[in-house]
């Protein structure tokens, strides 16, 4: 995500056109989970996760100090919880 969202701001484009490119690529990416046969409810919450990550991502990275740090905290932060949170509503037996 960083050397996409780099090397679009070296094609200078505006940061909106970043934004919505990298949500379309980054949301698109993730719809590949259904190839693999994973639940549908599954492939839905990562790719609308995605899709808002990529186009939150080009700001934080772009405008923010230490916006990498940021992004990269949110990401991972989103598996963590999600993963939290499903282990509490559905628990292994």
């Not at 492939?43 to 995605?50: D, E, G, K, P, Q």
Request: proline content about 3%; hydrophobic content about 55%.
């Amino acid at each position: 995500m960083t050397a996409l969202v780099v090397a679009l701001a070296a094609q200078n484009l505006r940061l909106g056109q970043i934004a919505l490119l990298t949500a379309i690529l980054f949301g698109g990416f993730h719809l590949t989970l259904a190839l693999d046969g994973a639940n549908p409810f599954y492939v839905l919450r990562y790719t609308v996760a995605a899709t808002l990550f990529g186009a939150i991502t080009p700001y934080q990275m772009l405008k923010m100090r230490n916006g990498f740090v940021y992004s990269f905290s949110l990401h991972w932060g989103w598996y963590a919880l999600d993963t939290t949170i499903w282990r509490f509503l559905f628990p292994l037996t």
